[in-house]
């Protein structure tokens, strides 16, 4: 896909300057652009107070886990600006708790990444989704069939482990060519709020 960023230096013909005190860093895009000038068309530099860590190139896809599922991880040792591997709220690998989905939260879990019936890489390391709202804990399905994953409870074999914090599910070592279904309970109040069943195929 494509992401374009814009801050502005000043709108065409307008000597107005902008974004003076803006603070623009760990963003990535295709296109960033400060706007054209008057006098001299064509691309101008992001404009800002304080500007860190902004990559744009049309290779960006290629330094992101897989954006086309909605997992905007950096890979690791990628090769954003100034050497640092945060770009907006994402960093690469699992060593952080939460990853971030945007949206409003329901009472069960949703926004599955990869999404769902998404073709993955048999390498995939984690799986995350929107947590319930308010989730005190959840609890985490896995398997290669969709009914036993629909009707796993506690003492099933599909129920791998629960999580009381974060939301990035790390995922045992996947088949080539298997289809993996998945499920996140959400635990809230003593109360169980099952969630949907998802699946990708590596």
């Known amino acids: 896909g494509k992401a374009s960023l814009v801050v502005l230096y000043r709108f065409n013909r307008d000597p107005t300057i902008e974004n003076n005190n803006t603070i623009v860093i760990n963003n990535a895009a295709?296109?960033?652009?400060?706007?054209?000038?008057?006098?001299?068309?064509?691309?101008?530099?992001?404009?800002?107070?304080?500007l860190e860590n902004n990559y744009s190139g049309e290779d960006l896809n290629s330094y992101l886990v897989d954006s086309v599922n909605l997992d905007f991880r950096p890979i690791e040792n990628g090769l954003f600006a100034n050497g640092t591997d945060i770009i907006g709220p994402y960093e690469p690998g699992y060593d952080y708790l939460t990853?971030?989905?945007?949206?409003?939260?329901?009472?069960?879990?949703?926004?599955?990444?990869?999404?769902d019936g998404s073709n993955v890489s048999y390498t995939r390391d984690v799986v995350m989704c929107l947590e319930g709202y308010e989730a005190e804990q959840?609890?985490?399905?896995?398997?290669?069939?969709?009914?036993?994953?629909?009707?796993?409870?506690?003492?099933?074999?599909?129920?791998?482990?629960?999580?009381?914090?974060?939301?990035?599910?790390?995922?045992?070592?996947?088949?080539?060519?298997?289809?993996?279904?998945?499920?996140?309970?959400?635990?809230?109040?003593?109360?169980?709020?099952?969630?949907?069943?998802?699946?990708?195929t590596t």
């Open 30 to 50: 295709t296109l960033a652009d400060g706007g054209n000038i008057a006098d001299a068309p064509g691309r101008y530099p992001l404009h800002g107070g304080v």
């Open 99 to 115: 990853y971030w989905i945007p949206g409003r939260r329901l009472y069960k879990s949703s926004m599955p990444v990869p999404k």
């Open 138 to 200: 959840l609890h985490f399905y896995l398997g290669t069939d969709k009914l036993m994953v629909e009707n796993a409870t506690l003492e099933d074999e599909e129920f791998s482990y629960f999580l009381s914090e974060g939301n990035i599910f790390l995922l045992p070592n996947l088949i080539k060519d298997t289809t993996y279904y998945w499920r996140v309970d959400t635990k809230r109040s003593g109360y169980v709020y099952r969630g949907d069943v998802w699946n990708f």
